[in-house]
């Protein structure tokens, strides 16, 4: 079974990372920066978690991601995917998205690694 690779990161922080896979969740998804209550949290905590998840279409993108992985192992000599998972500032969703992702990946018996590029940056003021 492939490995796995996935790495969170915001676009205001640099281009996305060389990927086979990269989910844009800037434009679709909620994005709980704009609450001032959790602006400074990041998808660590527990708030940020749950805003993110109950947010329509997550959990249908986060399936169809774990279908798409299972398409990309079928193919000749995969050793390794990688997936990008970014929004604005990378603290929020690509956070939430990538640990969500992972344990899903995990229970399916890949091996997951998570890096999250930007989550120790400043919040972007915007």
């Known amino acids: 079974m ?3 690779e996935i790495v969170s990161f915001g676009f205001l922080h640099g281009p996305a990372p060389e990927a086979d896979i990269v989910l844009d969740l800037r434009r679709a998804f909620r994005d709980p ?3 001032p209550r959790m602006r400074e949290l990041t998808g660590r905590d527990r708030r940020v978690r ?3 998840l109950r947010t329509a ?5 986060l ?3 774990v279908q798409q992985v299972r398409a990309y192992t079928k193919g000749p000599g995969v050793e390794r995917i990688v997936i ?6 990378g603290r929020h969703r ?3 998205v990538a640990d969500k992702l992972a344990r899903r990946l995990r229970r399916r018996g890949h091996t997951v ?3 999250h590029r930007d989550l120790h940056r400043p919040v972007v003021q915007r």
């Open 63 to 65: 399936k169809a991601t």
């Open 113 to 115: 690694t998570v890096h």
């Open 33 to 35: 920066h704009i609450d």
């Open 50 to 52: 749950r805003a993110v």
């Open 57 to 61: 279409g997550i959990r249908a993108l």
């Open 2 to 4: 492939a490995a796995v």
């Open 94 to 96: 690509s956070v939430v």
């Open 84 to 89: 990008g998972s970014a929004c604005a500032g």
